[in-house]
């Protein structure tokens, strides 16, 4: 069995003297994995790096062995942000979050759809104010939504008002106003004006504010059911932005 796709490389170990297991978000066939042959080598190690995107051959003689890879190079995101720590620890952060929380081997498009614009974004990003911490809050909320766990933002869950949304219920994940709000501040997650208002600037506050959120959510929803946690990779980030 063999199909070809394209995808964005998520992670690369070591297997034995010269091979390495790679996995990789496909747009069609989902995060699969595969034993690229000869992996250990200059050239492949350069093409197996987490967040690059690739054309992807896989070959398995059954569609549920590990089978191999032979993987041609579209982009190299992952070089184009090597010399600047922060980007280079949101992409590694990305890929550890679509490792982790997609299931194996089934199909994502809108996900990867999301995340190649991501990292495309980040990869290409220039000038002395830098928008992808912003953009990565945003992507981690997108990814809520791809996995079927997307926050309501549009109203107040308590009075159906659309001003002064300013917090988020940790039951119901939809937006509450700060009159509604006020009495249960303390269980109340803060809702960045950045994430409410089209057009609003993002300070540092609220990008610390929004992956408090989205990770509380993901955490809940996706990682917690698997048995799993924040990778930390993502951890990483958080403590870079503070």
């Known amino acids: ?7 964005l490389v998520l992670s ?3 297997h034995g003297e010269n091979a390495t297991v790679v996995t990789i978000l496909t747009r069609d066939n989902g995060r699969h994995a595969g034993l690229a042959r000869g992996g250990q080598g200059t050239k492949a190690r350069g093409l197996y790096q987490p967040g690059n995107h690739v054309s992807a051959h896989w ?27 922060g980007k280079l620890t949101a992409l590694s952060a990305a890929c550890a979050m679509l490792e982790s929380a997609l299931p194996e081997r089934e199909s994502a498009p ?68 700060a009159e509604a709000g006020a009495p249960y501040r303390g269980k109340l997650l803060d809702l960045p004006a950045f994430l409410r208002t089209p057009g609003e600037a993002a300070d540092a506050a609220g ?27 993502r951890t990483r980030l958080v403590e870079a932005l503070a």
């Open 12 to 14: 690369a170990r070591r």
């Open 1 to 7: 069995m063999e199909w070809a796709d394209e995808g």
């Open 110 to 177: 809108h996900v990867y759809a999301d995340s190649l614009a991501f990292v495309s974004s980040l990869a290409a990003e220039n000038g002395a104010h830098p928008r992808w911490p912003e953009a990565y809050a945003r992507w981690e909320l997108q990814l809520l939504a791809d996995l079927g766990f997307g926050l309501d933002l549009s109203n107040c869950a308590a009075t159906g008002a659309t001003d002064n949304l300013v917090f988020v219920s940790p039951k119901s994940g939809r937006s509450v106003s």
């Open 207 to 233: 990008i610390r504010a929004a992956l408090r959120l989205t990770g509380y959510f993901l955490e809940r929803h996706v990682f917690v059911p698997q048995g799993r946690t924040i990778p930390p990779a």
């Open 59 to 85: 070959r398995g003689r059954l569609p549920e062995h590990l089978g191999n890879w032979t993987c041609e190079l579209i982009a190299s995101f992952a070089a184009a942000v090597m010399d600047e720590p």
